[in-house]
């Protein structure tokens, strides 16, 4: 295994990101879909770092918004309004005003009264607002209750039991044009059921619910193909293939129905490592802890959803020993892994904690009043060292300075 030699003048913590894995991953995921004639549109929130979403704009991916700053920056990340669909539970009037003064593709409703209330303001501007209906289908994602969004007790969609009122509305309103239905399960899914599960939902919804009838051509899945957080390395490409798979088997709606996705994790998690220095070892009573210069600021998943990211240590070739590794922050749930085996460990060291390019950056918080991390990029070759420490280039992240 080779040493890792940091540049001297990146300070910890930052992001890595690897644009030769992300252009590969696109490359995959466009095919794949392609194939089927889909279309992706990434999920901005996952990673809205410029350097990434330049490279998978130019890959021709769409964007999936869910906030009005969210569509104004992906406009001026030079996605074209005509592909940009924008969700979410809570849009106030201004951000529904953006929506339809950029004429972006679609807004996905989730009530009656949001649709009510767009009408009001697409009259108001003389304008027709293109709409589909995210529909809440009922189906168990399998995945962490805190990021599952199909089920009737999550807040997500409009119920089965409303949605003829809902679509009757919209397919009526002389202000808005509906365009199709909306989905989106969960996240972090990492069976292929649950999506053919939701394809017979949708099949039924659009027969019973008489979407050709009502002029509809647009039909978006949402995302939520998961990622391998175990085994990053041997297996960083989702199976995209297998994905569009299912729902290319086992859709039945009209040829000219656009059929569209958001993907997000399964596009940028695994081109991102948080790189991280070892501030102090210390023993407890019967555990070892590492503490790294990283903690739930640059990397919340862990604090949020117990969930596990696979690490590395960098610089040390020594035989494992057993530790917990947490970052320095004054709350107890600041932890990366609990009894993990890791070379032996000390101050100084550089841990990379893999698959953070999805919802690490982009969920840095500032508590503690933390320094905002870094941003790294480089290409590495196929052996995941690097291929010329020359390109390795340092970007701004949101302003500030990598010293
Ligand atoms: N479309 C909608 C409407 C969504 O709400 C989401 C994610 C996506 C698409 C993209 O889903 P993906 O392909 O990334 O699974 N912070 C959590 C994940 C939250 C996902 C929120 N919605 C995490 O770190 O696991």
């Not at 964007?63 to 309004?81: H, I, K, T």
């Not at 391998?228 to 129905?257: C, K």
């Not at 070759?381 to 690097?386: I, K, T």
Request: charged share 20%; aromatic share 8%; glycine share 8%.
């Amino acid at each position: 295994m080779s040493i890792f030699h940091p540049s001297e003048n990146i300070s910890t913590p930052y992001y890595q990101y690897d644009l030769a894995l992300l252009r590969q991953t696109l490359q995959h995921a466009s095919e794949s879909a392609a194939v089927h004639g889909y279309k992706i549109h990434y999920a901005m929130k996952a990673n809205n770092n410029p350097a990434i979403t330049d490279t998978i704009r130019d890959y021709g991916l769409g964007a999936d918004c869910v906030s009005g700053n969210e569509v104004a920056e992906a406009l001026r990340q030079g996605f074209p309004a005509r592909e940009i669909v924008y969700a979410g539970v809570g849009k106030s009037d201004k951000e529904i005003e953006l929506a339809l003064r950029e004429d972006i593709l679609c807004l996905n409703c989730e009530s009656l009264e949001e649709l009510q209330v767009t009408e009001e303001i697409a009259r108001g501007m003389q304008k027709i607002a293109p709409v589909a209906i995210r529909v809440n289908p009922g189906v168990a994602a399998n995945t962490h209750r805190y990021i599952t969004t199909g089920l009737e007790e999550n807040k997500f969609g409009v119920h089965l039991s409303q949605l003829r009122e809902v679509l009757d509305f919209a397919s009526e309103s002389p202000w808005l044009q509906l365009m199709g239905l909306h989905f989106h399960i969960g996240s972090q899914i990492t069976s292929l059921q649950p999506f053919e599960m939701l394809t017979t939902k949708v099949n039924d919804l659009w027969q019973t619910m008489n979407m050709d009838e009502r002029g509809a051509t647009l039909l978006n899945l949402g995302g939520g193909l998961g990622v391998d957080y175990d085994n990053p390395e041997g297996n960083s490409l989702p199976p995209f293939a297998e994905y569009f798979d299912v729902f290319a088997r086992h859709l039945q709606v009209p040829g000219h129905v656009k059929v569209r996705f958001e993907l997000g994790r399964s596009i940028v998690a695994q081109c991102g490592k948080l790189i991280t220095k070892v501030l102090y070892t210390k023993k407890g009573v019967n555990r070892s802890f590492v503490i790294a210069d990283a903690g739930m600021n640059e990397l919340m998943r862990p604090a949020l959803y117990q969930s596990r990211h696979h690490i590395t240590n960098l610089t040390s070739t020594k035989a494992p020993q057993i530790y917990d590794v947490v970052g320095p922050v004054c709350e107890s749930s600041d932890v990366f892994a609990t009894h993990i085996e890791l070379p032996q460990t000390g101050r100084g060291d550089l841990l990379a904690i893999h698959s953070c390019g999805a919802y690490s950056e982009s969920m840095m918080l500032l508590y503690n009043m933390r320094d905002r991390a870094g941003v790294v990029l480089v290409n590495e070759n196929s052996h995941g060292h690097m291929a010329d420490e020359a390109y390795m280039s340092t970007v701004l992240s949101k302003g500030n300075e990598i010293s």
